[in-house]
C-alpha cells in the first residue's frame, strides 16, 4: 500500500507542534494552579482595592470593569483551551489521508488517536461548572 510521504511528514509536524502546545498548556496549568493555591493559603497577601468598587456581572455575561465600564468577561482556562486539540485532530486526519485508510493500523496510530479522544473527553467535562472539581477549580 502506497504512503504519500508528504502528507506523512506534515502530519508529524502538526503532532510535534500539538506535543509542544500541550507541553506549554501543561506548564501554563500549573501556574494558574500555584497561584489559586497562593490566594487561598494566604489571603492576606492578595491586596483588595477599596477605592474602586466592581460592579456585578451584567446579563449579557459581560462584568463590570474597576473604572465603571462595561467589558468581556475573562473566560475560565478551561474555556479558552478549545483550540487546543484542532494540531492534534490535524494530525491524525493527515496520517489517515496519507496511508488511505483510517489511522488505527498500528501502536502509535492508536495511541494517538485514544490520546486525543481523552483531551477532547477532558475538555467536555471541564466545561460543565459542576464537573469542574476535576480540574483546576476556583
Request: proline share 9%.
Amino acid at each position: 500500500m502506497p504512503i504519500d510521504e508528504t502528507l506523512a511528514r506534515y502530519s508529524d509536524l502538526s503532532f510535534e507542534t500539538a506535543f509542544v502546545v500541550y507541553l506549554l498548556a501543561l506548564v501554563l496549568f500549573v501556574a494558574e494552579f500555584a497561584a489559586v493555591r497562593v490566594r487561598r493559603t494566604a489571603p492576606e497577601l492578595v491586596p483588595v482595592p477599596l477605592l474602586l468598587p466592581v460592579r456585578p456581572t451584567s446579563r449579557t455575561g459581560r462584568r463590570a470593569t474597576p473604572t465603571g465600564g462595561i467589558g468581556p468577561a475573562r473566560p475560565h482556562g478551561c474555556q479558552r483551551a478549545h483550540s487546543r486539540p484542532v494540531l492534534h485532530v490535524g494530525s491524525m486526519v493527515l496520517r489517515g489521508l496519507a496511508t488511505s485508510r483510517f489511522p488505527w493500523g498500528n501502536m502509535y496510530e492508536f495511541v494517538t488517536v485514544t490520546c486525543a479522544i481523552g483531551v477532547l473527553a477532558g475538555l467536555i467535562v471541564l466545561r460543565r461548572p459542576a464537573l469542574r472539581c476535576c480540574g483546576l477549580s476556583r
